[in-house]
């Protein structure tokens, strides 16, 4: 009988649902989740502190990820603004376009000008160049009927300059080689044209009507594609008319400055010494010649310059922001200290139930990088906010980078380690009935 019911009672108990296990974390993994409960609880408990102790990391992370992101957005703009004409185009001219010093540009002008001699030469003997056009430049007061706008750009250019510097034109047409030959006073304007002289009129409106340059009538043929500011300045305050017509009005025998374009950007290193070649041999130049007597750019000297600017704001904004970083470390430090020293009757308590060193350790450290972590994505969240402002403001595009807001809280999180382990060490190291004898 005492068997039947044995066998029975097994029975049941095989028949019964297996218990759920309760699922319970790694020791070490429980042990790290407690002290960073126990730190966000500190710290909301001091939330005056805590938010003044912040101040500081955000103010230099902020600052970093502002300046990042407005840069990139410059870089963007800057890159497609130079490099309209693409990497098939260079230029030569009597001196640079960026001289840097009053000698160069003293040395520079004693140069023989760049002629429409050597432009037709270049064009003639350069088999590798494709396109070749000239500009020459001048600044005029431009009037119709009694408005006027002065200190515009006024551009004597060749018919094929329209294709190296690929303008379009938004309502009517460049001129043709007939015109151009003969010397027609035709023009094409800016959409800034159109705001000063004709009330921000449609562009067609202007199409046919005339304008006077220093006294000289000239009919609109033609508006350019608007195209916007740069750094604060209009892109699209110009004229652009006959070169031929341009020689007639200004009487200028200053320099030109010839443009060439090749096929594709393979050929332009060819294409660069084989009008060095012709250029020299017109100067006269031998191989002990050191300076060639004229200049050879493509628009990223323009780049160049611009980077190399920047670079330096670089290195501005993050020595900055490292010592605002410094700064905040520093007050972090200090008011762990103070928390250490608060908390020294509860770090004894816990010493003396069993809590281990590391827990002790931990527990601070722990704290110190939520708080520097907190501030760092904060300052991202400020310095996105920030460079929108400004990119807004000034008309640049916003270019955000995932890798600035992960090196903005990574810095400040190893900030955090930093700046927490003396304290985390002193709190560790307390003796637990000195700590219990504290008031």
């Not at 611009?306 to 520093?330: D, E, F, Q």
């Not at 103070?338 to 139930?353: D, L, M, P």
């Not at 600035?404 to 700046?419: D, E, N, P």
């Amino acid at each position: 009988m005492a068997s039947k019911l044995l066998t029975e009672t097994e029975g049941e108990k095989r028949r019964e649902p297996p218990r759920r296990r309760a699922r319970s974390l790694p020791p070490s993994l429980g042990t790290t989740w407690e002290s960073f409960r126990i730190a966000v609880a500190s710290l909301r408990a001091n939330k005056l502190r805590t938010a003044l102790t912040l101040v500081g990391i955000v103010v230099g992370v902020a600052a970093v990820i502002a300046v990042v992101t407005i840069i990139n957005g410059l870089d963007k703009t800057v890159a497609s603004t130079f490099s309209s004409q693409g990497s098939t185009v260079f230029t030569l001219s009597k001196r640079p376009q960026i001289i840097t010093s009053r000698e160069d540009f003293v040395r520079f002008n004693r140069r023989r000008d760049v002629t429409e001699e050597d432009a037709a030469a270049v064009a003639r003997l350069c088999r590798e160049c494709w396109r070749t056009g000239i500009a020459a430049n001048a600044s005029a007061t431009i009037k119709r009927g009694e408005q006027s706008s002065e200190n515009v750009r006024v551009r004597g250019l060749t018919l094929q300059m329209f294709s190296i510097e690929d303008t379009e034109t938004i309502a009517g047409r460049p001129w043709t080689d007939v015109e151009e030959a003969a010397g027609r006073d035709v023009a094409v304007v800016g959409a800034d044209i159109l705001d000063n002289l004709f009330g921000g009129a449609p562009p067609e409106e202007a199409v046919g009507r005339e304008l006077r340059i220093e006294g000289r009538t000239y009919m609109i043929i033609g508006v350019a594609e608007r195209l916007g500011k740069i750094f604060g300045f209009s892109r699209d305050n110009f004229v652009m008319i006959p070169h031929p017509t341009f020689k007639k009005a200004f009487s200028s025998r200053a320099s030109l400055v010839v443009f060439v374009q090749v096929p594709e950007d393979a050929a332009l290193p060819a294409a660069q010494d084989a009008v060095r070649n012709i250029m020299r041999n017109r100067r006269g130049k031998t191989y002990n010649d050191e300076d060639d007597g004229f200049a050879l750019e493509t628009q990223d000297v323009f780049i160049d310059l611009y980077k190399s600017a920047t670079s330096n704001i670089y290195i501005v904004t993050v020595g900055v922001a490292a010592i605002s970083l410094v700064v905040g470390g520093i007050v972090v430090m200090n008011i762990m200290l103070v928390s250490v020293t608060e908390r020294t009757k509860e770090i004894g308590v816990r010493k003396a139930v069993g809590a281990p060193r590391r827990a002790i350790l931990t527990q601070f450290l722990i704290e110190s990088v939520v708080l520097t972590a907190t501030g760092g994505a904060l300052g991202v969240g400020f310095g996105f906010a920030l460079a929108f402002a400004l990119a807004l403001a000034m008309g640049f595009p916003l270019l955000f980078s995932v890798g600035s807001a992960v090196l903005g809280v990574g810095v400040s999180s190893a900030v955090g380690i930093a700046s927490g382990l003396w304290p985390a060490w002193k709190a560790a190291s307390l003796d637990p009935i000195e700590a219990l004898r504290a008031e």
